[in-house]
Every structure is written in structure tokens, then in C-alpha cells.
């Protein structure tokens, strides 16, 4: 939808779904990009749900002092049940021109990007979006904000369960995020050099599995790393069926939310620094209904609507590679 160049005096900005480290670098950048060209910024506390409450603040440079290096996100985050009515988006709709919003960036993954997409395709409204999900499946970018984090906030701790597993001889089942993407799981496991990964793609070969630990278990190899993704099985409940089909004492993490959280990396504020920079940028040119991403470490700029459909990266590649290691 273009429109005339500089005709944007507000600029919007929410974070909306799963928090994610780096989600403060990129609302800096907004925002301090934004006044940098003159423009007025709002931020909307607690994503659409906020947006349908008229949570919405002014921000300036003192807002974003400091932040760069926090984990989550200082607009809060909710889901809406509200929004995701065609009722509820006109509601919002209405809300954003209300305050004189000329256009509205949303930081989150392919639920916030497909509310978004609607926004503009069926009422015209501006957005942009930018990939704040940890899971790294969003179409159109080689990565996402969070991603990086989250994998090594998990690396970090299954380092220290091995050590364990390796001294007191046992099988851990460690369950990571992923509801209904393996990414983390995958590149986590590669990580640590687990021997295995469970993911929501892919039906696991159970029987394989445990003949494989036997086998192993005969040769002399006393502890096993197995990595699942919470969409594709309770860590507690593959634990308990490989004790009883294998007879061998088996342990179960949960590492859950903390995976979310925690300082961001280096590059994964980089990343949002980068991407929060170019969709003003985006705004400026009247460039709107597009998602910002990163492709061969160049900005990537697609339709939001073919970004809204997920992407899963790397994983039979991934997977290869932990065959061969291990």
C-alpha cells in the first residue's frame, strides 16, 4: 500500500505472543530511529489485548535508555482472545487512527504476523512486521529475534546435565520449547552433542531408540543426552517408557520457560537493532503490508502475509549431521 514518502508523523510499536531477548533492541530502535526522522512514537503495552484497552504511551529517548541489554520486552506482552475477531481487529483499527497512529509495527511470530497481515489487507491499515519468536520459523529470514539466545540459555544448562549424566552413568530426557517447531530442539542438540533429538516433525522411531541404547549400553556407554521438543512429547513420560524397556535409570528436565528470558546476545541484538531500524525506514518509504527479515545477512523485506507461514529451518540437515556424530 504506497503512499506518499514522509507522510508519517506516529509511529506505533507492540510486542505481541512469546517474549523474547532481543524484543528491547528492537523497540530502541524503533524508536529512537523513529525520532531521529522526526516522528512521534506510541508504545502499546501488552500487544493487541493492550491495544483493545488503549494501553498506549508516549515514548521518547529516556523511555529506551538501558534497555538494550534486558531480556523480555518493557511493552509487555498478552494474547487476546478479542482480537482475533474480525470485530476485534476493526476495534483496533479504529483505536490506532483514534490516537493518530499512521502506521503500526508489531514484533512477535506468525500468530501477531497473521493479525497484523489482516489489519492491512482487509482494513487498509499500515503495518510492518518484525520476527520476535524464539522458535525461528518464521518465512522470508535466516533468523529471528530470541533464537540465538534461546539456544544457548539452553546449551548452557544441558552442559551442566551432562556433566551429571556422565558421572552418575544415567539417560536424561531434556524437554525445550517447541510446540510445533524443532528448531530449538535440533540445534541444541547438534550443540551439546546429544544422541539423539525428538521433534514435532518428524515421528520418532521409538523401538530404534531404545535398541540403540541397549546396544550402546553393552558396548560400555554409560550416559545418553536426548533432546525432545515439548510439542512432541512429555520428557517425564519418554523418560519412565525407556526405564521400562531398557531397565536402565532415566531421568527427565524440564527447562521451559527459562528459555525465554535472560540477557540477549550479542547477535541477537544486533539482529533487532538492524531489523527495528530498517522497518522505519520501511514506514518512511511507504512501504507497508511487508515483514522484515534477514536473508545472507542482508535485509530481506517480503509481503507479511507470505511471512505469516512458518519455515522450518535447517532440520533435516541438522538431523543428518547428529546421525553421523553420534
Known amino acids: 500500500m504506497p503512499v506518499k514518502k514522509n507522510s ?25 530511529c523513529a525520532l531521529n526522522h522526526g516522528l512521534k512514537v506510541d508504545g502499546i503495552m501488552r500487544g493487541y489485548a493492550g491495544l483493545l484497552k488503549e494501553e498506549i504511551v508516549v515514548l521518547n529517548h529516556r523511555s529506551v535508555s ?3 541489554n534486558k531480556g523480555g520486552t518493557i511493552l509487555k506482552t498478552a494474547r487476546s482472545e478479542e482480537f482475533e475477531t474480525l470485530k476485534g481487529k476493526r476495534k483496533a483499527v479504529n483505536i490506532l487512527r483514534k490516537h493518530k497512529i499512521d502506521c503500526l509495527i508489531v514484533i512477535g511470530g506468525d500468530g501477531s504476523y497473521k493479525g497484523a497481515s489482516v489489519l492491512f489487507e482487509k482494513f487498509k491499515f499500515p503495518v510492518i512486521g518484525l520476527p520476535g519468536t524464539i522458535d525461528n520459523d518464521i518465512y522470508g529470514t535466516d533468523e529471528t529475534i530470541g533464537g540465538h539466545t534461546a539456544v544457548n540459555t539452553a546449551l548452557d544448562a544441558i552442559d551442566k546435565i551432562r556433566d551429571t549424566a556422565q558421572s552418575m552413568e544415567r539417560i536424561f530426557v531434556i524437554e525445550v520449547m517447541g510446540n510445533r517447531s524443532g528448531y530449538i530442539a535440533t540445534e541444541v542438540a547438534l550443540g551439546a552433542g546429544a544422541e539423539e533429538v525428538i521433534i514435532p516433525e518428524r515421528k520418532c522411531n521409538f523401538h530404534e531408540l531404545v535398541e540403540d541404547i541397549k546396544e550402546g549400553n553393552k558396548k560400555g556407554k554409560v550416559s545418553w543426552i536426548i533432546v525432545v521438543a515439548e510439542g512432541a512429547g512429555k520428557a517425564e513420560n519418554i523418560a519412565a517408557k525407556i526405564t521400562k524397556l531398557t531397565g536402565l535409570e532415566t531421568r527427565f528436565v524440564v527447562l521451559g520457560h527459562v528459555q525465554r528470558g535472560g540477557v540477549p546476545t550479542g547477535r541477537d541484538r544486533i539482529l533487532a537493532t ?21 536473508l545472507s545477512d542482508e535485509i530481506n523485506i517480503i509481503d507479511l502475509k507470505k511471512a505469516a507461514h512458518k519455515e522450518y529451518k535447517h532440520i533435516n540437515e541438522f538431523r543428518k549431521l547428529l546421525r553421523i556424530l553420534t
Open 274 to 294: 538492524r531489523l527495528g531500524v530498517a522497518a522505519v525506514e520501511c514506514a518512511l518509504e511507504g512501504m507497508f503490508g511487508k515483514a522484515i527479515g534477514v
Open 66 to 68: 538501558n534497555i538494550i
Open 8 to 32: 508519517i508523523r506516529k509511529i506505533g510499536v507492540l510486542t505481541s505472543g512469546g517474549d523474547g531477548p532481543g524484543m528491547n533492541a528492537a523497540i530502541r530502535a524503533v524508536v529512537r
